[in-house]
C-alpha cells in the first residue's frame, strides 16, 4: 500500500505578508486543489494525509467536496517545522502502508508519471528524490557580497517533490533527525544522516513551486498547457 502526505502547515514568508500561498487561485482554483488532484488521479497513490494548519480543517475539507475527490484522505494538524509536520502526517498513515510519497502543496504540476516513477525507486531502494541537474553557473559567497569560488554544477542537482520512502526508512531518518534536534531542509537529507542512498529521479516535465508573486502567470500558463 502507498501513502501520500501534501505538506500543507507552513506559511511562505515569501509571497508577502498574510498571504497563504496554497489557497491562491490558478485557473480557477486553489493551488493546493492542482497538487491534491494529481495524487488523487494517481495510479500508484492509494490514501492521501494532508497536513495543515491548526483550524484550516474545514477549508481543506470544503476544498475536497467540491473537487470531489475519490480517494481516502485524512487531515492531520502540522509542527512547529516541515519535518514536525512529515512526523506528524507519518503517524497517520494507515498501518499497511509500506511505501510513502511526500508532497509540497505548493507543487501543483508534479506528473503522474514523476509520482510513479519515485515511488518504484523508493520501493527498489529505499529512498527516491524528483530532481533536475543544475544548468546555471553556481557560486559560492560567504558574505552575500563577493564571490568566494564556482561549484562544478555537472555535480549539482536541484531536488523537488515528491520525495518518496519505504516508511520504515524515513520513520528511522526522521527519528534520528529529533534524537539530535536537528533541522533539515528536505526529507531525503535525514536519510543521508543514517547513510541510506537516495536515488535521483529526473524530472523531465516542468515541476516548480509557488513561491514568489512572479511565480504565476508562469505556472498558470503550465497548467493551462496540461488542461488542454
Not at 482554483?29 to 495524487?39: D, G, K, L, M, Y
Not at 467536496?65 to 492531520?76: E, I, L
Not at 517533490?161 to 520504515?168: E, K, L
Request: contains cysteine.
Amino acid at each position: 500500500m502507498t501513502s501520500a502526505i501534501i505538506v500543507a502547515a507552513g506559511k511562505g514568508t515569501r509571497m508577502g505578508p498574510n498571504v497563504d500561498k496554497i489557497f491562491l487561485e490558478l485557473c480557477g482554483e486553489p493551488v493546493i486543489a492542482h497538487t491534491w488532484r494529481r495524487f488523487d488521479q494517481s495510479p500508484v497513490i492509494d490514501e492521501i494525509v494532508v497536513v495543515v494548519r491548526e483550524g484550516t480543517q474545514s477549508a481543506f475539507a470544503e476544498i475536497a467536496d467540491r473537487c470531489h475527490f475519490s480517494k481516502p484522505c485524512r487531515f492531520v494538524a502540522g509542527g512547529k517545522e516541515r519535518q514536525d509536520s512529515v512526523w506528524n502526517g507519518l503517524q497517520a498513515i494507515s498501518q499497511q502502508s509500506d511505501v510513502v510519497a511526500i508532497q509540497d502543496a505548493a507543487r501543483p504540476c508534479t506528473s503522474l508519471e514523476l509520482i510513479a516513477a519515485t515511488v518504484q525507486s523508493a520501493r527498489e531502494i529505499g529512498a527516491a528524490v524528483a530532481a533536475q541537474p543544475v544548468t546555471d553557473t553556481i557560486k559560492e559567497s560567504k558574505d552575500g557580497n563577493l564571490v568566494e569560488r564556482t561549484l562544478d554544477r555537472a555535480r549539482l542537482w536541484a531536488v523537488q517533490t515528491p520525495q518518496a520512502f519505504r516508511v520504515d526508512v524515513i520513520r528511522r531518518a526522521l527519528g534520528e533527525v529529533r534524537a539530535r534536534s536537528l533541522i533539515v531542509t528536505d526529507d531525503t537529507a535525514a536519510c543521508e544522516l543514517i547513510g541510506c542512498p537516495v536515488k535521483l529521479v529526473v524530472s523531465s516535465t516542468p515541476n516548480p513551486k509557488v513561491t514568489r508573486p512572479g511565480d504565476l502567470p508562469y505556472i498558470e500558463s503550465l497548467l493551462a498547457d496540461q488542461r488542454r
